[in-house]
Every structure is written in structure tokens, then in C-alpha cells.
């Protein structure tokens, strides 16, 4: 019944991507263990190498923060990853565990929620 | 006043003055709220809506004022109006504290609002009955 | 659930919305949200649309859609147990 | 060979309808006579009831203007008027004068301008 | 440098340092403009673009300073950077002079920055031989 | 006549941009709109992508893209007598 936060943004369009984040560490810090769903374009925050520099804030090194945080609850938007043209393989490699949903769970998971934000 | 379910509100503000139609809503949904009854525990600037929290602004005439708009809704009923501190600081946004934190020289806070960290929005996520969003997209 | 929408979206942002919206759910259409009328068919569950939006944008509403202001939209909050504000 | 400037956005959700018009004004200050052309979501500006009273800036007023600042060249993109569903008894009122262009003619419109900018 | 058309341009930039890659974008593609030999008459900030000229701005540690990053261009380059007077106004940037005229008590247009009506747009229109926009859409 | 894109946009957005590009225009994907190549199929103009923002988004580009650097960018708006940014 905590909060949460969904990814809808590409990673350096702008900050939602970040702001998001932020929003997700300060939430696990008050110990309200936030969940995470991605989807649509958000699903491109997943495809970063992490290896790779950016002259912005990295989005993919603050995903290998999750576990430290405590933040587990990982979900991805199934039909998403159609839509992003993303092939299912290169999700194999995140650093964090995650659960694929169908529209039914997502709906479900929206429901079980107090409070939902959309980034 | 009928009897009623009267609850706790946290509203975040999203969308800058740019936005003009979302950011009007959220300030005539905070009102309506409070003339309902409801508590409204505190408004929370995010992202562009930091940018509300500008007193150097001057609409051009005839333009709406909503920073003028939200500074009279907070000294008619004693609102908290929290400005995310890193979202201002990375929008230019200071108050007499960080301006000479950071040395800047000058400030534009506008009176009637606060700087405030992240840790205020995650404490309202937990006070608060009801959570709604203006601005979350553009 | 109650799901605000403030912005004109394409038409598959907007359908996969919808497809999330459960009959006891609510949909409100708000400022540039008001747009997305235009491309709406039969409802699943009830869609609010802010009278004063459309009236200031020359638009005329959907006959399936409700008319809401602001204290409305205060009372939709209330009844619902949260909101979504895409 | 002067300026296109191509509205594309609603009139109220941000301040792209206004700032397009401000350039179109001042280029017209300047003898540049601009050319507009709308396009898309922009269509929206032309459908404001000029007696219905706003908020914000009336972008409806703005456009009894045109003809006191020698605006003449106004163009309608033919396609964007089934995309918005408008029906074309709407665009009968307008205060200005302008023509409907298809594909071909936009495309020809926009190599016939030096500069080009979409609002 | 090989012998070629060395043009006169004119870069509009209508994001703010919120959108960071087309923020980014629009330096990097003034910077070669610049490296080629081609003559940059102004860079127009318009819109959100005019938030690039506050210097009450303090990013993050490892964010991008799009603001100094700006500033170092036009003093190595003697670039003109006009900000848009009524696009400032309107979100809150004001030099000496405006903060004067309406009594802000306060200022905070970065150096190397200088308000400039839409004239000055215009008038590159003419003068230019390319008008180049960046942040278009957001 | 150079086309810049530098958003994600709808299908039905890029589609509309394709068709009113004509075979000696091009077309420069550039920050976030790199992202469009993946909706992308048989150009009738040529399509050039700024690598660097592909990579960093982790994206790989379609075979029938050109790579593009900064100062290539710059010799396209050169080359092009004018140029649209969408």
C-alpha cells in the first residue's frame, strides 16, 4: 500500500528518468519501499550500458543502487516491450530482478497502491 | 458544509508557469479543496513547477500572475508551500540561505514559499489520504 | 482508481490507457487533456471532462462524457481511494 | 523567400501558439511578411470562440490581427483536418483568409522559405 | 581547413537545461559552427532557452553546467548570447536595468548573457544566411 | 531542405514528417530522436543518426542510416539551403 512510481521517460530527454529516482531513494530512506513499473518509452532507462559514459547524471549506475536501497519491487510492462521494439534478451542482463506483468497485473498493481506517480 | 468524509491532501505541482492551463488547474484545485473543507497538508513544487516560486518574474499585462496567484492563497489560509530544494537550486531558484551558501550574490525566492527536501514529499506520501499530481506531463 | 489526464496524447498512449481503466474507475479529461475526446468510443467506465476546458477551446463534449469542475474533481478524489495523473 | 512559421500546438497548453505569434507580428514589424501555415494539434487555434472570454492570452483576438499587420499568407494543411476530426463548416469564420494545401504543397511551401520555424 | 562556403547563422535555442540532451546539442553544434570557420551572427534563447541565462543556477555535482558551459563559449568567441526580453520577463530572468524598471530588488542574468527584444530575431532572419533551431518540440 | 528531429515522436507524427520530406531533403535523428529509427522502414530520402546519442542510449542503428557527428551535421545545414527542426 506504499507509493508507486511509474517509468514512462527515456533516459536523457529530460529529468523525469532522475527525478523519478530521486523520489524512489528518499521514499526507500523513509522506508516506505517504493515499487517500480516500467513502461512505454520508460522501458529505454533499462538498455543502457553501464560501461558507457554521458556527459548527464548516469541512469544506468543508480539501478544498481535498488539493492542497497532495499528496492525490490521491480515490475515491467509486458506489452511494453512490443511497443519499444526491445528484444526480451537484453533485459536478461539488468542488474536488478524484476516481474513482467500483463495489462490485468498492471491494473491489479495500480489498484494495491496508496499513491501512484507517473514520470 | 454537508457532513462528510473530510481528508488529508498532498498536491504536487509539476508543471511550470509556461504550462499555463495545468498550472492554473492546480491552484484552482488546491482552492476548491480548502473550500470544501479538506486539509491540505502541503502543495509540493517539483521539476518546472519550481519555477512558480520565482519572485522576479513579470507576466506581461494581461497574462495571469500564478506566483502572484499562490502567494495570496498562502496567506489567506496558512498553506505550506514546499519548492523541491535540488530541483530549484538546478533551476536557478535560491533563498537567502543557499544564495550565500553558494555564494551567489542574490536571491529570488518568493515570499510565501519554502525550500524543502525531498524527505517533505516523502513524509506526505505517508501523512496524507490522498496524493494528486498536476504537470506530471508536458 | 482515478486517472487525470492533462495533455492531448497520441492516439496509442491514449488507448493504452484506457485498456488500464477498470469499470469502477474514472477518467477525468482536463485542460489540453479535453482533446482527447475527439478520439474516445464507448467507455468502459465513466469519463468526466472539465466543462470550463472545453467551452475555452471552442470544443463541444462527447455525448457519453460528464460534465466536471473543479469541485467535482474535488468530490472524484474523495470517493476514490487514489489517483493517477498521466 | 521570407519565414514559414508552422503552428502546430494547442492554443493553451503551453505558450508555443502565443510566442509563434509574437515572431509573426514582429517579422511583419520588420516587412517580412511572414507566412503561416497550421498543421496537426495547431488547428486548434483557429476553432476559439473569440467571444468566449479566458484566462490567458486570447489567441483568438490575436488573430483579427492579421490583416492590420499585412499577415496575408495563411495556409491550412488539408490532411490535419480529418486528424483532428474538425469539421470544415468551423473553418468557414474565420476573421482571415487562407488556403488549404495537401501533401504536395506543403512540401513545396516549405522549399519556398528561407527560414523555417515550428511552433 | 579546406576551401569552402563559410555561411552566416543564427542558433535559436528553445530549450531549457531541463532537456538536457537538446540543451547539450544546441553548444556542441555551435561549438563546430564555430570550429569550421562559419560566422555565428547571434544565438536567440527563446522560451524555456532564456532559463540557460540565469546565474543563480547551481546543478548538481556531475550534472552539466549548461549555463557555464555557455559563457565559456561567448568569452572565447565573443559570441552574442541574447535572451529574449518578454521569454525572461515571464520566467523571472532580469538584468540591472529590468530589475530597476520594475523593482525586483534583485538580479540574475549570467554575464556574457544580454536581454534583446525579438527585433533581434527578426532581424538575423534577414541577415542570416541559416536559422538553425534547437528544442523545437519537448 | 535538411528535417531535425530531436524527440520521440508518435508513429502517426513521424509518419506525417516522412511523407512531407522529398527525395534530395534529408533527415537528421539527433537525441531523443534517435529513438524513432526503431519505427522506421525504407527511407526515400537519406537518414542520418547522431552516433553518439544512439550509444549512449544503448540503441543500435539501422543498417540503412548514415552516422553523423556534429561537424556533419553542421556541413548538412551547408549543404541545405534551409532547414526544418521538428
Known amino acids: 500500500m506504499s507509493t508507486l512510481i511509474v517509468m514512462r521517460s527515456t533516459p536523457y530527454g529530460n ?13 526507500a530512506t523513509f522506508e516506505q519501499s517504493p515499487s517500480l513499473l516500467y513502461q512505454g518509452a520508460g522501458l529505454q532507462q533499462l538498455l543502457l550500458d553501464s560501461q558507457h559514459t554521458t556527459p548527464f547524471k548516469h541512469i544506468g549506475n543508480i539501478l544498481n543502487a535498488f539493492p542497497i536501497y532495499d528496492i525490490e519491487q521491480i ?38 497502491h496508496q499513491h501512484i506517480m507517473v514520470f | 458544509m454537508p457532513a462528510m468524509n473530510l481528508l488529508n491532501y498532498c498536491i ?25 473543507g479538506h486539509n491540505v497538508e502541503r502543495v509540493f513544487f517539483y521539476q518546472q513547477g519550481v519555477l ?22 498562502q496567506v489567506e489560509n496558512k498553506l505550506e508551500l514546499d519548492v523541491c530544494i535540488a530541483a530549484a537550486l538546478h ?38 489520504d490522498r496524493v494528486v499530481t498536476f504537470g506530471a506531463s508536458q | 482508481m482515478l486517472h487525470i489526464i492533462q495533455t492531448h496524447l497520441s492516439q496509442a498512449d491514449l488507448a493504452r490507457l484506457i485498456d488500464l481503466a477498470q469499470e469502477d474507475d474514472a477518467i477525468v479529461l482536463m485542460d489540453d487533456g479535453v482533446y482527447n475526446q475527439t478520439q474516445l468510443t464507448k467507455p468502459h467506465c465513466p469519463i468526466y471532462v472539465m466543462q ?12 457519453f462524457t460528464k460534465p466536471l469542475d473543479m469541485e467535482g474533481l474535488v468530490q472524484l478524489t474523495t470517493n476514490h481511494t487514489n489517483s493517477v495523473s498521466w
Open chain 1, 15 to 27: 529529468t523525469n528518468a532522475k527525478d523519478a529516482l530521486d523520489i524512489a531513494l528518499i521514499l
Open chain 1, 75 to 112: 515490475y515491467i510492462d509486458k506489452a511494453s516491450i512490443n511497443e519499444q521494439n526491445i528484444n526480451l534478451d537484453r533485459l536478461n542482463d539488468l542488474p536488478v530482478e524484476y516481474k513482467l506483468l500483463d495489462t490485468n497485473q498492471v491494473t491489479e498493481l495500480m489498484h494495491n
Open chain 2, 12 to 36: 504536487i505541482v509539476r508543471c511550470g508557469p509556461d504550462q499555463q492551463s495545468q498550472a492554473l488547474s492546480a491552484l484552482e484545485f488546491t482552492k476548491a479543496l480548502l473550500a470544501q
Open chain 2, 52 to 73: 512558480t516560486a520565482s519572485r522576479l518574474r513579470t507576466p506581461a499585462q494581461g497574462e495571469l500572475n500564478i506566483t502572484k496567484l499562490w502567494q495570496k492563497l
Open chain 2, 91 to 128: 533551476n536557478g531558484i535560491v533563498d537567502k540561505t543557499e544564495s550565500e551558501r553558494y555564494e551567489l550574490g542574490a536571491h529570488n525566492l518568493a515570499s510565501g514559499f519554502q525550500l524543502a527536501g525531498l524527505g517533505q514529499l516523502a513524509g506526505a506520501t505517508i501523512a496524507c
Open chain 3, 52 to 63: 470550463s476546458h472545453t467551452e475555452m477551446r471552442g470544443l463541444v463534449d462527447k455525448q
